[in-house]
């Protein structure tokens, strides 16, 4: 008899446009993030002002540039294939 249920094999191809797909947006909301905080620290908004709208914007914009730096390089690191076992560097 067959297996009813066929083996599972993962489009590559696919999984990479997904995978490229999700860094692209997390740079761009990290932009956006890091713009925000630029208009809190210029004191564009009403709901804060003084000393407080300065601070906000300073860790809103810090928050934006690691997400804009920092984490899409720790996803593509993540994202990263495997090593073969059999594909060790000579020593």
Same mark, same amino acid.
């Given at each position: 008899?067959?297996?009813?249920?066929?083996?599972?094999?993962?489009?590559?191809?696919?999984?990479?446009?997904?995978?490229?797909?999700?860094? @692209?947006? /997390?740079?761009?909301?990290?932009?956006? !993030?890091?713009?925000?905080?630029?208009?809190? &620290?210029?004191? =564009?908004?009403?709901?804060?002002?003084?000393?407080?709208?300065?601070?906000? @914007?300073? /860790?809103?914009?810090?928050?934006?540039? !690691?997400?804009?730096?920092?984490?899409?390089? &720790?996803?593509? =690191?993540?994202?990263?294939?495997?090593?073969?076992?059999?594909?060790?560097?000579?020593?």
């Amino acid at each position: 008899m067959t297996d009813p249920t066929p083996e599972y094999r993962p489009d590559h191809e696919k999984v990479a446009r997904q995978r490229f797909f999700a860094i @692209g947006i /997390i740079r761009l909301a990290g932009v956006f !993030v890091l713009m925000f905080g630029f208009l809190i &620290l210029m004191q =564009r908004f009403s709901w804060v002002q003084g000393e407080k709208a300065k601070w906000m @914007g300073v /860790i809103v914009s810090t928050v934006g540039i !690691v997400q804009t730096i920092i984490i899409p390089r &720790l996803l593509i =690191r993540a994202f990263r294939s495997p090593r073969s076992p059999d594909s060790t560097p000579p020593q």
